[in-house]
């Protein structure tokens, strides 16, 4: 009884992790832009959040 315990023990261990990879592999895809007036804000917020996190301000 032992070994067969084995093989469902491997068998289910390896579903199971499969089943973890794919519910960390869903996520959401940010797109952000970069050439433009729209990339210039978000490089402008981007340089404000550093410069405030280093300097100690709080973000706004």
Same mark, same amino acid.
């Given at each position: !009884?032992?070994?067969?315990?084995? +093989? +469902? +023990?491997?068998?289910?261990?390896? +579903?199971?992790?499969?089943?973890?990879?794919?519910?960390? $592999?869903?996520? /959401? @895809?940010?797109? !952000? =832009?970069? /050439?433009?007036? $729209?990339? #210039?804000?978000?490089?402008?917020? #981007?340089?404000?959040?550093?410069?405030?996190?280093? =300097?100690?301000?709080? @973000? =706004?």
């Amino acid at each position: !009884m032992t070994p067969t315990y084995y +093989l +469902l +023990l491997g068998v289910f261990s390896i +579903l199971f992790l499969n089943w973890i990879k794919s519910k960390k $592999s869903e996520g /959401t @895809t940010i797109q !952000m =832009s970069s /050439t433009g007036r $729209s990339g #210039a804000n978000n490089y402008d917020q #981007a340089i404000f959040s550093i410069w405030n996190s280093v =300097s100690g301000n709080p @973000t =706004s």
